[in-house]
């Protein structure tokens, strides 16, 4: 059961790394990965965005709420980092 302090734990995780390069991978569906690469935008209270450069005149803007991340719906990988994310175990690796 995902609790009130694991949010926290998450959201502050992220806030950390708010501007660097981010990877995520979430399920699209039957059979279908979908994956974003771009750069943490912003932390709200439920959820983040991610900053997509498209071209280099637009940028595309996904959100994901950080149940997503302890659910493991969404897979995230920072620039660097080998090992995914893991706010649930209550763990964030080094930045």
Do not use: Q
């Amino acid at each position: 059961m995902i609790e009130k302090s694991d949010l926290k734990i998450c959201r502050t995780g992220l806030e950390e790394r708010l501007g660097r390069k981010i990877w995520l991978k979430s399920k699209g569906g039957r059979k279908r990965t979908i994956i974003h690469e771009g750069y943490l935008d912003t932390c709200s209270s439920n959820v983040f965005t991610v900053r997509c450069p498209v071209t280099s005149a637009y940028d595309e803007y996904v959100s994901f709420s950080y149940v997503d991340v302890l659910t493991k719906v969404v897979e995230i990988r920072f620039d660097k980092d080998l090992d995914s994310m893991e706010c649930a175990s209550k763990t964030l690796p080094s930045a």
